[in-house]
């Protein structure tokens, strides 16, 4: 058989087993997200944002964010009922491949190249809840600013965990103009070295 032809039935091969692993993974992620509005939520609180950073009135923009603390409230009850509710996913389900694309049987080739999505989940929730709080007694918009980059941060750990880290950063890049790393250089403090320590561990 000419090697041409076996390389593509490879590559074809390939390709339908890793799409029908990231469906199941798609699937998971939605089954757990159904019960809630964290992306409704999300959406209307980083629209808001950005509508309070364009008021030129400090007074109007300070009005614009306390309209938004009772969705910032709910995000957080329900994303930490959600990082609670995926503790139940069986570890092995749970893991992400650190490899930057998608291949199918990479976490049972490379399992140490991984990463657990229930403890992602978890530092996503408390990053969410210490901004929300603003624990660091930051100003108006540089809280703001900070809530974004969390936001951001946990929809580009969803996304690497339905696909693939390099189709997540090229998600949040597409859609909000920010590159992975300013993403994680902007998230607090806190949140920084938890998810850094995280990945750091599997590598």
Same mark, same amino acid.
């Given at each position: 058989? =000419?090697?041409?032809? *076996?390389?593509?039935?490879?590559?074809?091969? *390939?390709?339908?087993?890793?799409?029908?692993?990231?469906?199941?993974?798609?699937?998971?992620?939605?089954? &757990?997200?159904?019960?809630?509005?964290?992306?409704?939520?999300?959406?209307?609180?980083?629209?808001?944002?950005?509508? $309070?950073?364009?008021?030129? =009135?400090?007074?109007?923009?300070?009005?614009?964010? &306390?309209?938004?603390?009772?969705? %910032?409230?709910?995000?957080?009850?329900?994303?930490?009922?959600?990082?609670? =509710?995926? &503790?139940?996913? #069986?570890?092995?389900? $749970?893991? *992400?491949?650190?490899? #930057? *694309?998608?291949?199918?049987? $990479?976490?049972?080739?490379? #399992?140490?190249?991984?990463? =657990?999505?229930? %403890?992602?989940?978890?530092?996503?929730?408390?990053?969410?809840?210490?901004? $929300?709080?603003?624990?660091?007694?930051?100003? #108006?918009?540089?809280?703001?600013?900070?809530?974004?980059?969390?936001?951001?941060?946990?929809?580009?750990?969803?996304?690497?965990?339905?696909?693939?880290?390099?189709?997540?950063?090229?998600?949040?890049?597409? &859609?909000?103009?920010?590159?992975?790393?300013?993403?994680?250089?902007?998230?607090?403090?806190?949140?920084?070295?938890?998810?850094?320590?995280?990945?750091?561990?599997?590598?």
């Amino acid at each position: 058989m =000419d090697l041409l032809l *076996v390389l593509a039935l490879a590559a074809i091969g *390939v390709f339908l087993l890793n799409a029908r692993q990231q469906r199941r993974r798609i699937a998971l992620l939605g089954q &757990r997200l159904r019960p809630y509005q964290i992306e409704r939520l999300m959406e209307t609180l980083i629209q808001g944002y950005l509508r $309070a950073m364009g008021e030129t =009135d400090a007074e109007r923009r300070t009005q614009v964010l &306390r309209m938004l603390e009772g969705n %910032e409230a709910q995000l957080c009850e329900q994303f930490e009922r959600l990082a609670a =509710d995926f &503790r139940h996913v #069986p570890a092995q389900q $749970a893991r *992400v491949s650190l490899l #930057p *694309v998608g291949l199918p049987f $990479a976490l049972q080739l490379f #399992p140490g190249a991984s990463f =657990d999505m229930r %403890e992602a989940l978890a530092i996503h929730a408390r990053g969410i809840a210490r901004s $929300a709080r603003n624990d660091a007694a930051l100003a #108006p918009r540089d809280k703001a600013f900070t809530m974004t980059a969390e936001l951001l941060l946990m929809q580009h750990s969803c996304h690497w965990f339905c696909k693939s880290r390099a189709v997540a950063s090229a998600r949040v890049l597409e &859609r909000h103009q920010t590159p992975y790393a300013q993403i994680l250089a902007s998230v607090s403090p806190e949140t920084r070295a938890e998810y850094e320590k995280l990945l750091r561990r599997c590598e």
